[in-house]
């Protein structure tokens, strides 16, 4: 087998066809931005993984294309709850079917599914390619110009050299080791089983997730199908039928329909790479951080890293942005991936309540606190913490909105609903409490976007009602929906402009002539 010498160029390799990386391409296309996608594997892995998504994904996938797609194959889950040894209920923490990105909090599928509505996605695209069955075999070299990347197929060696290399290989993949990352251990380490199951039985269920917080047998139960759930157990010593281990929810006797689609035993870690760039090469997804699943948002976290840097990406390609702007992808995502990590982790040790003599002293304390309002209610929030100060995100004595994602409504637009994204479109956009005044307009101009009053978008007051609570007259968008920036009630305009208008070098430039209802969707949105 014989190496290309001159491999062909393409802006963006991305090395994995999972949710992450196809979800990375999608995202990349539909700012113009062309990728190849490298997957060793020829189809979609067709065993279940991932079952459960939060509403901030939802956003993430109606921003990829597949939003209408995937509501087909997915169903609202209620929440959470805790469990004692003897299924007794501790807690309960709601989720709502109406969470502030539009969609519902938390929802249930199939990774399967998801797969092959994303590679759908992917195949009608004709920025993006999807070479199947290619192993990468290097990355490299590491100098300031384009990346070389050698995978083999059937057809022998080949090479690609990319402005950018998107590493969405897994734990597992060569990507981490390419850029000199290690793992950082963040002290979890458990051996579990996971059980999914076809059956029509009338099974115990609350349409939500059930973790059992038990020290001798912790475990996690959820309903994912029509007739499929999932269980998970912790190892313990020997091997325990499956019939004797779901026992507890199934009917006294039951001798039906039961089929065990998967029995697998994983290891739980949590671990988060040291690096997660370097030149022009990322770690997303599982190459850069591993959690135990207790919260659910092990691949939420490889997409919400994917939106993150797919449009700084975009614009470094293709608008001029400064190269500073890529650094902004690990000191974004990086804290709230760590965030995640622990709060999974105090979950599992909540669940399982530690081995050790004050192991029963701690569960009766969980037992109360869980009964406490404030916590419960504290729990049906997002997940996601507002981004910390950085050069995107302005941050000064007033906290209020910067950081934190915009909420989402349904709005009425040229006489048809749609939902705000669809019509603010992929760039920065400003949403103004009432008809923006021209420094707003000239400054959202120059990001490529416009000015908007909220009282044009034809919604329910959603977004009256959040500017008002932040007491805001104005906010910037980036364009992941990120407020960048807050004119504050009785201001004039944002305050960081110099700061971050370098980075993505942005100008002041003139305003075109005012457009009219017919050319502009959103200023004919009905009043």
């Known amino acids: 087998m014989t190496l290309e010498r001159n491999g062909a160029h393409v802006p963006v390799v991305i090395i994995g066809a999972g949710p992450v990386g196809v979800t990375a391409a999608l995202l990349l296309a539909r700012r113009g931005v062309r990728s190849v996608v490298l997957e060793r594997h020829q189809d979609v892995y067709p065993l279940p ?18 939003g209408e797609e995937f509501a087909t194959i997915a169903r609202p889950a209620k929440g959470l709850r805790l469990l004692d040894a003897r299924h007794r209920v501790m807690a309960e923490f709601r989720r709502s079917e109406d969470g502030h990105h539009g969609y519902p909090q938390t929802s249930m599928f199939d990774q399967p599914e998801l797969e092959r509505l994303l590679r759908d996605a992917l195949a009608r695209r004709p920025e993006c390619e999807l070479r199947s069955g290619a192993e990468v075999t290097g990355i490299g070299p590491d ?103 779901v026992a507890p ?4 006797s039951y001798d039906g329909h039961f089929e065990v689609v998967r029995e697998t035993r994983y290891t739980f870690r949590a671990r988060i790479a040291d690096r997660w760039r370097r030149g022009r090469v990322f770690l997303l997804g599982d190459a850069a951080h591993l959690t135990p699943p207790f919260i659910g948002q092990g691949l939420c976290a490889g997409l919400k890293d994917a939106y993150n840097l797919t449009w700084k990406l975009a614009r470094v390609l293709g608008q001029g942005g400064d190269e500073r702007l890529l650094d902004t992808y690990e000191s974004e995502r990086k804290p709230h991936a760590r965030h995640m990590i622990r709060l999974a982790v105090a979950m599992g040790w909540a669940m399982t309540g530690g ?30 913490p507002p981004l910390t100060a950085g050069p995107l995100v302005r941050r000064g004595i007033r906290r209020g909105l910067v950081g934190t994602h915009c909420p989402q409504p349904w709005i009425t637009a040229d006489g048809r609903r749609t939902r705000l994204d669809e019509a603010l479109g992929d760039s920065f956009a400003v949403l103004t409490a009432a008809e923006p005044r021209p420094p707003l307009d000239t400054l959202a101009h120059g990001l490529g976007g416009r000015a908007i009053p909220v009282t044009d978008l034809g919604d329910d007051g959603t977004l009256a ?24 009630a009785g201001g004039h305009d944002f305050t960081g ?25 959103l200023r004919s949105a009905t009043r």
């Not at 402005?163 to 981490?176: F, I, K, P, S």
């Not at 606190?369 to 419960?376: D, K, M, S, V, Y």
């Not at 009602?465 to 504050?488: I, Q, S, T």
């Not at 980075?503 to 017919?518: F, G």
């Open 49 to 66: 993984r991932a079952v459960a998504t939060d509403d901030e994904v939802r956003r993430i996938l109606q921003a990829a294309g597949v």
């Open 143 to 245: 100098t300031a110009g384009p990346v070389r990347v050698t995978y083999r197929d059937d057809d022998g060696e080949h090479q690609l050299w990319a402005e950018a290399v998107l590493g969405c290989d897994g734990a597992n993949g060569l990507t981490r080791d390419a850029i000199g990352a290690v793992w950082e251990d963040l002290r979890f380490e458990e051996r579990w089983t996971v059980v999914d199951v076809l059956t029509k039985a009338d099974v115990r269920c609350w349409e939500g997730v059930d973790q059992v917080c038990d020290p001798l047998r912790p475990a996690t139960f959820m309903r994912v199908g029509e007739h499929r759930y999932r269980w998970e157990f912790r190892l313990r010593d020997g091997r325990t039928p499956v019939r004797e281990l």
């Open 249 to 252: 929810w199934l009917p006294p």
């Open 355 to 384: 081995q050790d003599g004050a192991a029963v002293l701690r569960r009766r304390l969980l037992a109360v606190a869980c009964r406490l309002p404030a916590l419960t209610a504290a729990a049906g929030r997002d997940l996601s």
């Open 465 to 488: 009602a959040w500017l008002h609570a932040g007491r805001a007259d104005a906010v910037l968008l980036r364009p992941d929906r990120v407020v960048m920036d807050v004119v504050p």
């Open 497 to 521: 402009t110099a700061a971050w208008a370098a980075l993505l070098h942005t100008t002041r430039r003139p305003l075109p002539p005012r457009r009219t209802a017919d050319d502009n969707l």
